[in-house]
């Protein structure tokens, strides 16, 4: 069981929440713009790494906000929560 | 029985508290306190199952959970508990006890033939042998199931109620041994909440197994008055016969508490269970060691036990485990054994040791008691059948030193500490050679103390269980100076111990050597396995089964290791153990379900109308978690029959459907037009208040996600239906886009799905049963035309009134307030009754979708189909972006070959073609076809008098009218069909319109 702290609600069992991947890829602006290959890797890449991943959860069952978690994937630690204001 | 190897004095049990319990049908007489293991032995029943794979004889070994061969049967019926451990089961009055694993009988197995035969049958024998012929595989895999059957599963659902318990606490201690309960004294006296778990019935661990002092008191004294001063504190939680089987991420802890009863009627000691799911902020481990087997031939004799066990039964139970004994070690601890014999008057025949010189405290006063010790010696065999019979010892040289007569034959390898919940929080371990085991290394998060920690000393155990207990409360923020001292015990030396691993040379080579005995994994086995390349420790276990038992090869895997390691000529440090993985014991699975089970184990979602289609006899069908109304039969009456009376009662006339379970969000703001027009494959800004539109809605990839109908109920105010199952995911997909992506704009969502019932009337004469009913809404065709939406009131509640259709003919879905749904429904139905109203199911709303050619998604899409698959490509704006927009210009989403929504009618009207049925151009010899697509939809049309089906076949739309077969699912037949457009009935939409 994973303890994710939830920036609104606290830390909560991964019951409550619903993962939704590698965060910090921003849709394109324009994606008309982009080749068949710019847009595939926005659309399939994802890094999968080993260590420090930042990702995307929702507090389904809670607040319903979405925020992103620092996780190391190898340990599954969790090292920390934000929300995407905060974020950069 | 009258229990003839009880010991007259001594032991915990109460010898004012007798009961009788059976096994196998006989009576075993015992006491208040007895195991079912102690109270067998009482009565001198050494044999207690058949192993696994070779059906050998097998004996109690343990006094404990590591147990390899006490597995049991407890009670019949729906409360019997298979897997259970006789060594940790309290004995009660009435309990019913069976043998697992042999047939007919445990004296007479059939099975063990399987021994006469074991040098031929090693380790992936079956898969290696059995594989032929292939085709007989089942045959033998049944065979080979019956023959290892370990108990059975009750036959009747359990009565018993299971449940789970969250608790959070600030240390929780694992095991009551004398290092956990002096961590608890410990922590508790800081004012820390703590839990105390033991898998034992009575807290006290090796205390009360032994006849060392603690604080100038007898060890189990001690305890007792430890458990008082806990259980008085109100921040300490108890809980006895209570196993923490796994420990998770963030140091979850989960404990499985057996609820024991010694209610006769129960026949099984244990009336369900609960699990407790802890959180806490620090946890002690003081899981204690296992003692470690040793390997000789016929070491699996019944009365081959391990010499700690003995010392168990002897001062804990007051049981003679034997009446004569001989006990082979490498270590000083089996001394203690021999002392603890010698007192209650067992006679000890000999003592083998491995090494040459045993010289410390314990040997000393050994020799002085006059038992005969044999220094460098080994036992080369047992000798016996169903029980022990003699040692013959030999020197390690493998010279004679004669037959020793014994029933009873102690062992003991030293101590592994048992380092599975540390190994689950992803402790390191490292080798400690003074052990010949791994150990954790300190200083990990979680704080081991005591045996667990490799200190085998008791007054260096109750020191670190102290010190671990306040440190793990200090680290929880209780450190307040509230510091007891450690419980003060004699210090005594031992002498190193003297890894053995091996016989050396070809000891005992003709008879087996078990490593595992609960899987009957013998050295041979291991020898196989290195010999064959299988090296890993984790490839031996795979190859051989190793550890792969209930009992998940407490004893086994470490001295696996140690065998392995000599084998290969390597560091055991590098062979290193299997991994430790959840559960240390079994766990029941009524535990693991909790309350979870029932109509408790997925919600049932109804709508307000469900009482009312019952009275009217619907069949029902789960869509999801909804149960919905499928069709309604009259008497005598199929469902062809039935759903063909719904259908052309719509098409002719008016039905009514409850059609409650469609998503509902409202997307108010306002920027809500814009929202919508970035979800949606089409443009929202500009429909006017009133006005409803038909979305799609697209994954980034360009894929149908769900489809539905929105309507712009004010300037800033949208409601959008979704599918009834897609509910929920289109509302999380919307929330994320909204929240991550654009939380510039100013957009709320609200899920109103089952705030609003929604009844739909269909059919020429639903206006006239709308306005029957009762509206202030006008209903002419000018005022309320196709595709609008008007706010009124339906039969006095207040309504929303959408003039929508998903069957072709004029209808109206009428929202109203769920709680004022049922008088809506019954009041149209009412009025309509005289226009001859048809209530209609699931069923039939497919049909007349079908016959429309209207897609459901995830029937005609399954994730991988393009609005322009499905003939939808005029949806899709190309003056705005959407979500999934520029997929549908990559390479794959134009290629002209994709699989197209078409119709497709069979030569024989009659022919209902399968759904799922493959499409082919024409059948031919060659197999496998080649695949044109696949039949999504198939229905008989009652108001065309023919079947109808819809397919997506590849390059479909640009050969409407081709020749194609459809694959029969069962019986190998091709049946011809051409292909057609897909709206089967009113192609002008003109009915909805009137």
Redesign the interface.
């Known amino acids: 069981m994973l303890l994710i702290p939830c920036p609104w609600c606290g830390p909560r069992e991964d019951d409550e929440f619903t993962f939704g991947g590698e965060a910090d890829i921003p849709r394109p602006t324009d994606p008309d713009a982009l080749t068949d290959e710019e847009w595939a890797d926005y659309l399939f890449m994802r890094d999968n790494r080993r260590g420090r991943h930042r990702e995307q959860w929702c507090h389904t069952a809670g607040c319903r906000r979405w925020f992103i978690v620092e996780r190391d994937t190898a340990t599954n630690q969790i090292l920390g929560a934000s929300t995407y204001d905060a974020s950069p | 029985m009258s229990q003839p190897f009880r010991l007259n004095r001594g032991g915990r049990i109460d010898r004012h508290a007798p009961l009788q319990f059976t096994f196998d049908g006989r009576p075993i007489d015992a006491y208040n306190g007895d195991t079912v293991a102690s109270g067998l032995l009482a009565n001198g029943v050494t044999l207690v199952g058949r192993s696994f794979k070779y059906h050998r004889p097998r004996g109690i070994v343990s006094a404990g959970a590591e147990d390899p061969n006490a597995f049991v049967q407890l009670g019949h019926g729906a409360r019997t508990l298979p897997n259970r451990l006789a060594t940790v089961t309290p004995a009660t009055p009435g309990l019913k006890v069976r043998h697992v694993n042999a047939w007919p009988s445990l004296e007479y197995d059939v099975m063990s033939a399987f021994g006469l035969v074991a040098p031929f049958i090693p380790a992936g024998f079956y898969y290696k042998t059995l594989m032929w012929p292939r085709r007989f595989w089942p045959l033998y895999e049944h065979f080979l199931r019956h023959a290892a059957g370990l108990g059975h599963a009750p036959d009747a659902p359990d009565p018993d109620r299971y449940d789970h318990v969250h608790a959070h606490c600030d240390v929780l201690v694992v095991g009551a041994g004398p290092a956990g309960l002096a961590a608890a004294h410990a922590a508790a006296h800081t004012g820390a909440r703590v839990i105390l778990a033991d898998e034992q019935a009575e807290p006290g661990g090796i205390l009360l197994s032994t006849c060392e002092h603690v604080d100038d008191q007898p060890g189990p004294n001690w305890a007792d008055a430890t458990v008082a001063k806990l259980s008085a504190a109100p921040n300490v939680t108890l809980l006895p016969n209570t196993t923490a089987f796994g420990l998770?991420?963030?140091n979850?802890v989960l404990l499985a508490e057996r609820l024991i009863t010694d209610q006769p009627d129960h026949a099984g000691s244990e009336h369900g269970a609960r699990i407790w799911?802890v959180?806490p902020k620090q946890i002690v481990l003081a899981t204690g060691a296992h003692e470690r087997p040793l390997l000789f031939g016929n070491n699996d004799r019944p009365g081959v036990m391990l010499a700690g066990a003995i010392s168990t039964y002897v001062n804990r139970y007051a049981v003679a485990p034997g009446s004569r004994a001989v006990l082979f070690t490498n270590n000083d601890s089996a001394y203690r054994t021999a002392l603890d014999l010698t007192d209650a008057g067992i006679p000890v025949a000999a003592i083998a040791d491995v090494r040459s010189d045993p010289d410390g405290d314990l040997p000393s006063e050994a020799r002085a008691q006059g038992i005969p010790v044999y220094p460098g010696a080994v036992v080369r065999h047992a000798h016996g059948g169903r029980r022990v019979a003699a040692a013959e010892l030999c020197s390690l040289d493998g010279d004679p030193l004669g037959t020793v007569e014994c029933d009873l034959l102690g062992v003991s390898g030293g101590f592994a500490p048992a380092l599975h919940l540390h190994a689950q929080a992803?402790g390191p371990s490292q080798w400690d050679p003074t052990l010949a085991a791994f150990a954790p290394k300190p200083g990990h998060g979680i704080h081991p103390a005591g045996a667990v920690a490799g200190e085998l000393e008791l007054a260096a155990t109750l020191r670190q269980g102290t010190q671990a207990g306040a440190t793990a409360a200090a680290a929880a923020g209780y450190s307040n100076g509230n510091e007891v001292e450690a419980p003060g015990a004699n210090d005594s030396t031992q002498a190193p111990i003297q890894p053995y691993w091996l016989p050396p040379g070809n000891l005992a080579r003709a008879k087996p050597q078990f490593v595992d005995l609960h899987e009957d994994v013998t050295l041979d086995d291991l020898r196989l396995s290195l010999r064959e390349g299988y090296e890993s420790i984790e490839h031996v276990k795979r190859y051989t089964t190793l550890g792969m038992g209930p009992d998940q090869g407490k004893l086994a895997n470490p001295l696996a290791t140690g065998v392995i390691a000599q084998l290969l000529g390597r560091d055991p440090a590098s062979v290193g153990t299997p991994r430790h993985r959840p559960a240390y014991s079994p766990v029941s699975l009524g535990a693991i379900a909790g309350r979870h089970i029932g109509p408790l184990a997925d919600p049932v979602r109804v709508t307000p109308m469900q009482e009312w289609h019952q009275v009217a006899g619907a069949r029902f069908e789960n869509v999801g978690q909804w149960r919905r109304a499928w069709y309604y039969p009259q008497p005598g009456e199929s469902m062809h029959d039935a759903v063909a009376r719904e259908c052309l009662a719509v098409r002719r006339r008016v039905g009514i459907l409850d059609y409650s379970t469609l998503g509902k969000i409202e997307v108010t703001g306002p920027d809500a037009g814009e929202f919508l027009d970035r979800v949606y494959t089409n443009a929202w800004k500009r429909l006017r208040p009133g006005r409803c539109r038909y979305g799609l809605m697209l994954g980034?990839?360009g894929m149908i996600f769900d489809d539905g109908v929105t309507a712009r109920l004010d300037d800033q105010r949208y409601l959008m239906f979704t599918s009834t199952a897609n509910a929920a995911p289109v509302l999380?997909w919307l929330?994320?886009w909204l929240?991550?992506?654009w939380?510039d704009l100013r957009v709320y969502l609200t899920s109103v799905s089952e705030h609003w019932s929604n009844i739909a009337l269909a059919g020429p004469r639903s206006r006239d049963v709308l306005a029957a009913a009762g509206t202030d809404i006008r209903l002419a065709r000018q005022d309320f035309p196709f595709m609008t939406f008007r706010e009124g009131h339906v039969a006095g509640v207040p309504a929303r009134v959408f003039r929508i259709s998903f069957s072709g003919e004029l209808s109206y879905e009428i929202n109203v307030p769920a709680d004022r749904a049922r008088h809506v429904w019954e009041a149209l139905v009412d009025a309509g009754r005289p226009l001859g109203i048809t209530p209609y199911g699931t069923e039939t709303m497919h049909v007349l979708r079908a016959e429309k050619g209207f897609i459901i998604v995830g029937q005609e899409t399954d994730g991988s189909v393009t609005p322009n698959d499905v003939g939808l490509g005029r949806l899709i704006s190309r003056r705005k972006?959407f979500l999934g927009?520029?997929?549908l210009s990559?390479?794959d989403s134009v290629r002209p070959d994709r699989k197209q929504l078409v119709g497709l009618l069979t030569d024989d009207p009659a022919q209902v073609l399968p759904e799922g049925g493959h499409v082919v151009d024409a059948p031919g010899p060659r197999r496998p076809l080649p695949m044109r697509g696949h039949v999504t939809s198939s229905y008989f049309s009652p108001v065309l008098g023919r079947s109808i089906a819809l397919a997506m076949v590849a390059g479909g739309r640009a050969t409407l009218g081709e020749r194609l077969h459809v694959a029969t699912l069962h019986d190998d037949r091709w049946l011809p069909v051409r292909s057609c457009n897909p709206v089967f009935y009113d192609p002008q939409g003109a009915r909805q319109h009137v």
Request: aromatic share 4%; charged share 50%.
């Open positions: 998770y991420e963030s979850l799911r959180l992803r980034e990839d999380a929330e994320q929240q991550t992506e939380p972006d927009k520029r997929s990559r390479p």
